[in-house]
């Protein structure tokens, strides 16, 4: 079957680094999304990853492992307004994202 | 970048009525649109995948004859939410695929529907 796992809920502080995981299995795969939503809001991508490694844009880095089914984001120097929850979704053989329940990021300062 | 538009953005309706949400692609040419309901402290939930021109591809528990999808042209899906209920009650959000790039998706603003 086709599965996502990312953690519920996680807690940083301004200003530190902090890192969600993402573990898939998926039928096929064409790729492995981070996307962002605010509460009330919809998702606004973030980053795209379909080779292994690391790739950075400003803040965010995100990393994938295709061998080990994994993916990370990586947040640095957090500030209050990254208080949302990440999706993390793998795209399959068939081009449909496959959706993670999300992390919900809460930043206390 | 991309813009996806949906409308309208917020709509309250009677139990019994029913409500059309229109998606729409504003600069690109979207051959498959996407219809996703979000319920309160979930994620999103795929409901049904639509192809300009052919018949909407509906998830396993999604009933096609109460939400009629409509993608009747390259820039624009309907969703209609027929004889609503306040189960129905939900954010309803669109996302398109450019028709060049099938690993792009754009999402729409969202939809909150809320049936008293």
């Known amino acids: 079957g086709q599965n996502i796992d990312q953690p519920t809920e996680m807690t940083a502080t301004e200003g530190a680094i902090v890192q969600i995981n993402c573990t898939y299995q998926?039928?096929?795969?064409?790729?492995l999304f981070w996307y962002q939503q605010h509460a009330g809001e919809a998702p606004t991508f973030l980053s795209y990853?379909?080779l292994d490694g690391l790739e950075e844009k400003g803040r965010f880095s995100s990393f994938l492992s295709r061998s080990k089914g994994y993916s990370y984001l990586l947040l640095k120097e957090l500030q209050m307004k990254d208080s949302a929850s990440y999706l993390c979704?793998?795209?399959?053989?068939?081009?449909?994202?496959?959706w993670g329940a999300g992390t919900k990021l809460i930043i206390k300062p | 970048g991309a813009v996806v538009s949906q409308h309208p953005s917020r709509v309250i309706c009677k139990s019994g009525t029913s409500v059309k949400i229109e998606c729409r692609s504003l600069?690109?040419?979207?051959?498959?649109m996407f219809w996703y309901r979000q319920f309160p402290k979930q994620s999103l939930m795929l409901m049904a995948t639509s192809n300009e021109g052919s018949k909407a591809t509906y998830e396993q528990g999604v009933e096609k004859d109460k939400f009629l999808i409509n993608h009747a042209s390259l820039t624009l899906s309907t969703l209609t939410v027929t004889s609503a209920h306040p189960e129905d009650s939900s954010f309803y959000i669109c996302?398109?695929?450019?028709?060049?790039?099938?690993?792009?998706?754009?999402f729409g603003p969202g939809t909150r529907l809320l049936v008293l």
């Open positions: 600069d690109f040419q979207a051959t498959t």
């Open positions: 979704a793998s795209m399959d053989s068939n081009y449909q994202l496959i």
């Open positions: 996302s398109a695929r450019d028709g060049a790039s099938r690993e792009t998706q754009y």
């Open positions: 998926t039928s096929g795969f064409n790729g």
């Open positions: 990853n379909v």
